[in-house]
C-alpha cells in the first residue's frame, strides 16, 4: 500500500538548517507530485512546497521562499525538504502527501489534492 515516512525533524537555533525526508513506497513516486505540509499546534495544516512528477516544477508558500528548497531523487524514492534560515515561526510538525491524481500538469498546493500522508516528523526552531 501507498506509504509516507518522514525524518530529518529537530531542535535547530533560529537561523540553522535542517533537511527533511520523506520515503516513499507502495507506489511509483516518478509519477506523482509530492507535497509538504506544515501545522502547529492550535492552526490548521498550511501548504510549505510541492514539486511535480518530473520534478521540473515547484510551488512554494510566500512564508518559505528563497529559504527552504524542494527536490526529489526517484532512484531513491524520496523527496527533500532543504530549509534554510529558519525561524521561530517554522516551528511545526511537517507532513509529506501525496498527489490524488497520477501525472497532474502542476504541483498542487491545497491539501484537498493529496490523498496520502505520512506521520510527520517535528521540527522546532528556538534558542
Known amino acids: 500500500q501507498v506509504q509516507l515516512v518522514e525524518s530529518g525533524g529537530g531542535l535547530v537555533q533560529p537561523g540553522g538548517s535542517l533537511r527533511l525526508s520523506c520515503a516513499a513506497s507502495g507506489f511509483t513516486l516518478e509519477n506523482y507530485a509530492i507535497g509538504w505540509f506544515h501545522q502547529a499546534p492550535g492552526r490548521e495544516r498550511e501548504f510549505v512546497a510541492a514539486?511535480?512528477?518530473?520534478?521540473?516544477?515547484?510551488n512554494y508558500a510566500d512564508s518559505v521562499q528563497a529559504r527552504f528548497t524542494i527536490s526529489k531523487d526517484d532512484a531513491k524514492d524520496t523527496v527533500y525538504l532543504q530549509m534554510d534560515t529558519l525561524k521561530p515561526e517554522d516551528t511545526a510538525n511537517y507532513y509529506c502527501?501525496?498527489?490524488?491524481?497520477?501525472?497532474?500538469?502542476?504541483?498542487?498546493?491545497?491539501?484537498?489534492?493529496?490523498?496520502?500522508w505520512g506521520q510527520g516528523t517535528q521540527v522546532t526552531v528556538s534558542s
Open positions: 514539486i511535480s512528477w518530473g520534478g521540473d516544477k515547484t
Open positions: 502527501a501525496r498527489d490524488r491524481l497520477r501525472l497532474r500538469g502542476y504541483p498542487p498546493v491545497s491539501a484537498r489534492d493529496f490523498g496520502s
